[in-house]
Structures are given as C-alpha cells and as structure tokens.
C-alpha cells in the first residue's frame, strides 16, 4: 500500500488492535514507533515487526501523562527525522454508573487515555503530519455510537467525543494536507475485552457473537487492516470520516 519508508507511531502497541496494525505497517515496509506501558509485550510486537526487515523504535510511556506524550513525539522526530502516520489506538475501559462513588474516577481515567491523549498527540504530531502530507487513525468504538453495554457511560463518552474530534481536527487539518479518520470496532477478540469480564463466569465471545447480525467477532489483524487502508494513498479522498466495522452488531441491537 505504499508504506515503505513512512514511519508510523502506534500507540497501544503491545497487545490487541494496536500490535496486529503495527505488525501490518511493518509487514508493508513501515518503520514502526511502538508505544505502550508493558515492556515484555512491546518486545515481542517488535521482534515480529523487525522479522520484516524495517526499523522499529521502542517507546515506554504512558499516553495519559503529558510528559509520555511530548517523549513519544520528541522520541520519533530524533530517530527518524520525521512522523508519516499517527495510529491512536491506545484505550482504557471502566465500569461505573454515574451514581456510584468512584464514578468521577473512572471517568478521568478514562477521558484522559481515551481522549486527551488523542488531542495531545495530535497536537504535537501535527506540524510534523503537515510537513509529509501525512494522516491520523484514531481508534475509536462502535460504542460512540449507541450505548453497547449498560454502567459503561465513561467508555461511551469518550469514543462520541473522539469521534467528534476526528471530525473537527481532519476540517481544521485538510487545506494542510493531513487526513483525519477513525476506525469503530464492534467486539474484537482481544487482551484488552476479554480482561473486562475476566471475572464473570462464562463465555464472553459465544455471548458476543450472539449480539451481532453476523454471528461472530472479528480479530485485531481486520481491524489492522481497515486501519492501513485509511492510511494509505488508496483512501486518499477519505477524511473526518468514522468507519464502523462491528459485524452488525449495531444492527442487531435495533431489531
């Protein structure tokens, strides 16, 4: 798809969506910043990236502190000269009602990963974007959409107003040059969902693919996928657009 030589920071790089897409870059000749909190995981993301003959560069950081955010910008432009792709796929999830007592924690918690670190990231990326005619992926939610899952008011809020932000950042970022996209997944099989209800005793997946139109969950590589075509030249006319690839769950939650 044209991305040998671009260099491509992906946050949430360690596990799930955010490693099956910098896998993918990597296996389309991309020089991969890898940014993530667990150090083992990023690791093993890294040899399989490396086993495609690019460079990669490993980035500890946390996306909800700001002093992460400006080393994770700072980190690449060093290494690399120059920033051709952003992949926000970092995310935090949080079960509260807005009733209940820790209700303003999780919500912090969440809005700070979930968004402010989008908006951050972005700002800061952005003059380096401009200067390659490059583009942001935000990962975003079919949750942004309509409510999936009940006492998730934080989670849901979050992805609407990543969303939103798409939007506003890719009409503020076009006459430069930059596109602005977000990916919404339904339920994918990954770390991060599957920790959610780690507690609860039952088959979480066989529960899921009840809940979509076409009876099953994607995995994180189709998600990778949808994310490299925003990226590439093949989408170029594409921009402040959300893409929901939710194996109808949606659909079905309105029959």
Request: overall charge positive; aromatic content about 6%; glycine content about 8%.
């Given at each position: 798809m044209g991305f040998r030589d671009k260099v491509v920071i992906v946050t949430g790089a360690s596990s799930g969506i955010g490693a099956a897409t910098a896998i993918k870059f990597s296996e389309q000749g991309a020089n991969v910043v890898l940014v993530a909190r667990n150090q083992a995981r990023l690791k093993e993301v890294a040899d399989k990236c490396c086993s495609h003959g690019v460079k990669y560069c490993i980035i500890i950081a946390n996306v909800a502190k700001k002093d992460d955010i400006k080393r994770v910008v700072a980190t690449t432009v060093e290494r690399f000269g120059k920033i051709d792709v952003l992949v926000n796929s970092a995310g935090v999830g949080g079960t509260a009602a807005i009733w209940d007592s820790n209700a303003m924690e999780v919500y912090d918690k969440t809005m700070a990963t979930n968004?402010?670190?989008?908006?951050?990231?972005?700002?800061?990326?952005?003059?380096?974007?401009?200067?390659?005619?490059?583009?942001?992926?935000?990962?975003?939610?079919?949750?942004?959409?309509?409510?999936?899952?009940?006492?998730?008011?934080?989670?849901?809020?979050?992805?609407?107003?990543?969303?939103?932000?798409?939007?506003?950042?890719?009409?503020?970022?076009?006459?430069?040059?930059?596109?602005?996209?977000?990916?919404?997944?339904?339920?994918?099989?990954?770390?991060?969902?599957?920790?959610?209800?780690?507690?609860?005793?039952?088959?979480?997946?066989?529960?899921?693919?009840?809940?979509?139109?076409?009876?099953?969950?994607?995995?994180?590589?189709?998600?990778?996928?949808?994310?490299?075509?925003?990226?590439?030249?093949?989408?170029?006319?594409?921009?402040?657009?959300?893409?929901?690839?939710?194996?109808?769950?949606?659909?079905?939650?309105?029959?």
């Amino acid at each position: 798809m044209g991305f040998r030589d671009k260099v491509v920071i992906v946050t949430g790089a360690s596990s799930g969506i955010g490693a099956a897409t910098a896998i993918k870059f990597s296996e389309q000749g991309a020089n991969v910043v890898l940014v993530a909190r667990n150090q083992a995981r990023l690791k093993e993301v890294a040899d399989k990236c490396c086993s495609h003959g690019v460079k990669y560069c490993i980035i500890i950081a946390n996306v909800a502190k700001k002093d992460d955010i400006k080393r994770v910008v700072a980190t690449t432009v060093e290494r690399f000269g120059k920033i051709d792709v952003l992949v926000n796929s970092a995310g935090v999830g949080g079960t509260a009602a807005i009733w209940d007592s820790n209700a303003m924690e999780v919500y912090d918690k969440t809005m700070a990963t979930n968004l402010r670190s989008v908006v951050y990231l972005t700002n800061l990326a952005a003059p380096h974007l401009i200067n390659t005619e490059g583009n942001i992926v935000n990962i975003s939610s079919a949750a942004a959409v309509d409510i999936i899952l009940p006492e998730n008011f934080a989670y849901c809020t979050s992805k609407a107003g990543l969303d939103h932000f798409t939007r506003s950042a890719a009409l503020d970022l076009a006459p430069k040059g930059v596109r602005v996209n977000s990916v919404n997944p339904g339920p994918v099989k990954t770390n991060f969902v599957q920790s959610k209800y780690k507690t609860e005793q039952r088959d979480c997946w066989s529960k899921f693919e009840t809940m979509t139109a076409l009876g099953r969950i994607s995995h994180p590589e189709e998600i990778a996928n949808l994310v490299l075509f925003l990226a590439s030249d093949k989408a170029k006319a594409i921009t402040g657009s959300s893409y929901i690839t939710d194996n109808g769950a949606l659909l079905k939650k309105g029959t």
